[in-house]
């Protein structure tokens, strides 16, 4: 045989590649390619690459002694070409880094599994974190996996479908009423007293995690960087983490600058922004923070200062968008294939203002780090009202026809 | 400098890397990681491999002309060595092979991404599935990025929460009352007169996507195949595409003999299984199905004979579990730190049955596929009754002495 071609499971009757929509019209059994085996070389695999740490970026995390059985497959996320956002946008090119594809469909992963090596190697027994759910999950996965007592302190206003969905793993999930920022600093304390590593957002292993990113970006684009790299700003650890991946490429002589940033909040938790704005050099703590999914709500972010004197030197972008451009940002990255969560859709969406507000030039070449799945968090989906047609069996082609008109 | 240290990022004061919970005590600034980039090789990178169809397997694909454009990064899953289900589960070895990291977070987008390969090159505008929910998303997904015109249609008892997820990526959602195997046949007619690409579980090029499993599989494992292969039985094409591609390898002279396979079902929909206890060469017509999150619940799979031929010729096994042991399996993969759908946790449920009964030997070397992330449909986590510790800020200490002892 040399043409392709379809053959019944049933009969073994063959149909031409170009039929469509059918089953075997003898036996009604289902059709299956056939083709020339013939053009397969022998020895088209070859040993497949090790995890997180044994891939080409390892020497980066050379002064980690990792244990592979504690990682879950993080990292190696698709860089995705912008096929209509592109128009929309008006930008010469743009890419998303789809960092839903990891262990716990968001970034932090990356960040835990550097933690969590960090905590196996220096004997701890106990993890833990603060977090509005993202990390959470993380956090208690990356835990059981390593065997550790898991201990995930939640703010009071966290759901109920973001708390199971880390509970499921096995953690302790405490609700915790009270001021955010001096939750945070209780945690330090607690940790000490009862031995528990706790994968802050600013563990300097987490933010090392991050660089990652960096790394595959420089290897995805093949050298070719961005002009600009676009992240929202939560805690702060995520622009860091990146950033320093690029730093680390500039100081090793592999690229000659890192991309300048933009760095995008939620009108409903800006303190970084605003702080940016105002030209101060510390942040100051956000009152009555809301944001669509309670993911970059952190009133007083950890590495906010930080973030602050990191753009400045970058020549970076710091702005903030309404949660309307949000969900607009939300269905313009769907049309692509993306369903992202609003915080994700947050960096599209200061994108598209900084085009328009004519902060970047229009040819430029960027990229958007999509951090989350659109499944974190289903109930923000109301907003946009999805119905279906509902129809009994015998009105569908009327019904579907309706809808071509 | 030769030995890590951790850095403040503020003023610059130094720490030992066995310093954790800690931001600077000088200026309360977070910490970083400073190593000697000297250790870095130059050329640590190399050109990254293209999409789907440009991986080592391609020459599988080769009478697809495949336009990458169309692609959204599927495929390149993680395998897991399980870590305690070895013990729990007593087999020698066992793997998990985590489809959740695909783009629409189920193994769906293998077979969506072939499908529309295939629509796209004989000029299809128009595709359509027929879905409880997840192949209905990973078709709207790759039908808004291949800008088609995008048609799904669903049972009357799909969810609000599928339907909304699916319906961000602009597809026409149809919820149709009536019987499913009517649907099934009424589909393949209006594919003729409206000029509709039906992605449906038997399109011969879904069955295509589902058997990069099976190369991406052996790559994985070094080309040491496992003795079993246990995958959740729906409509049967998963099944059918991971066993062509191991009779592919095996047909190539790349692998001596394909693994043996062990499909399940729940006993909510058995068709299948029940169809094979019984001697019997084809299925009949599930009645009453009921799953617990829906993904299995198709009464009358199209593929199911073939599947019934294949498993026999393959000294294959089939079985079907109840809800207590789906929802148990679903725990001890999330201590793995995989939260699957209780879909995929059929699989494993059915591998724990095979062991008890002996069906397989103790030694042998197992990979059970995770098809779908545990965020597809949350309301089931209700059943696990999971309840956060509430407390006040100043009560937590004690409340996390309390969960110690």
Redesign the interface.
């Known amino acids: 045989m040399s043409e392709?071609y379809?053959e019944c499971?049933?009969c073994g009757h063959d149909y031409s590649?170009?039929v469509?929509?059918?089953?075997c019209r003898m036996c009604d059994?289902?059709?299956?390619?056939k083709?020339?085996?013939g053009?397969?070389?022998?020895n088209?695999?070859?040993?497949?690459r090790a995890?997180f740490f044994g891939r080409?970026?390892a020497?980066?995390y050379?002064?980690l002694k990792a244990n592979p059985?504690l990682c879950?497959?993080e990292g190696?996320?698709?860089?995705?070409?912008s096929?209509?956002a592109t128009q929309k946008v008006a930008l010469k090119e743009l890419f998303f880094k789809?960092e839903?594809?990891?262990?716990?469909?968001t970034f932090k992963d990356r960040g835990t599994a550097c933690s969590v090596q960090?905590?196996f190697g220096?004997g701890?027994k106990r993890l833990g974190t603060l977090s509005s759910g993202n990390m959470g999950?993380s956090v208690a996965?990356?835990g059981?996996?390593a065997?550790m007592?898991t201990?995930i302190?939640?703010k009071?206003n966290v759901p109920r479908?973001k708390?199971?969905?880390l509970?499921?793993?096995?953690a302790?999930?405490?609700?915790?009423?009270?001021?955010y920022r001096?939750?945070y600093q209780?945690?330090?304390?607690?940790?000490?007293?009862?031995h528990?590593?706790?994968s802050?957002s600013?563990?300097?292993?987490r933010?090392?995690g991050y660089k990652s990113l960096a790394?595959e970006l420089?290897?995805?684009m093949?050298?070719r960087l961005p002009d600009y790299f676009v992240v929202p700003l939560g805690s702060g650890g995520l622009c860091?983490g990146i950033l320093?991946g690029f730093e680390?490429l500039r100081?090793?002589?592999?690229i000659a600058e890192t991309p300048k940033f933009i760095g995008v909040q939620a009108e409903g938790n800006s303190p970084t922004v605003d702080a940016f704005e105002k030209g101060r050099d510390r942040i100051e703590q956000f009152q009555n923070s809301l944001t669509l999914d309670h993911v970059l709500e952190n009133p007083y972010p950890?590495?906010g200062?930080?973030v602050l004197?990191k753009l400045r030197t970058n020549n970076g972008i710091l702005l903030k968008v309404n949660n309307e451009a949000i969900l607009d940002a939300?269905?313009l990255m769907?049309?692509?294939?993306?369903?992202a969560q609003p915080a994700s859709a947050t960096s599209l969406a200061g994108l598209i203002q900084a085009v328009k507000r004519k902060l970047i030039p229009a040819d430029s070449r960027v990229v958007v780090v999509v951090t989350g799945?659109?499944?974190?968090y289903?109930p923000v989906?109301?907003e946009?009202n999805?119905l279906?047609?509902?129809?009994?069996?015998?009105q569908?082609?009327q019904?579907?026809?309706a809808?071509?008109q």
């Open positions: 392709p379809l499971v049933g590649m170009s469509v929509n059918t089953r059994e289902p059709l299956e390619v083709f020339d085996l053009s397969v070389p022998r088209w695999f070859q040993t497949q995890g080409r970026y020497p980066f050379s002064y059985a879950l497959g190696q996320t698709s860089l995705l070409r096929v209509f789809n839903t594809q990891n262990p716990t469909w960090n905590a220096l701890y999950a996965a990356y059981s996996r065997g007592a201990f302190m939640l009071d479908e708390i199971e969905a509970a499921i793993y096995g302790k999930a405490f609700k915790v009423y009270g001021d001096q939750l209780k945690l330090l304390e607690i940790a000490k007293d009862h528990i590593y706790f802050l600013d563990d300097p292993l933010v090392e790394f420089f290897e995805q093949e050298g860091r320093k680390e100081d090793t002589g592999i950890p590495s200062n930080q004197r939300m269905l769907s049309r692509e294939g993306i369903f799945s659109g499944l974190k289903p989906l109301k946009f999805f279906p047609v509902s129809v009994e069996l015998d569908l082609p019904a579907l026809a809808t071509m």
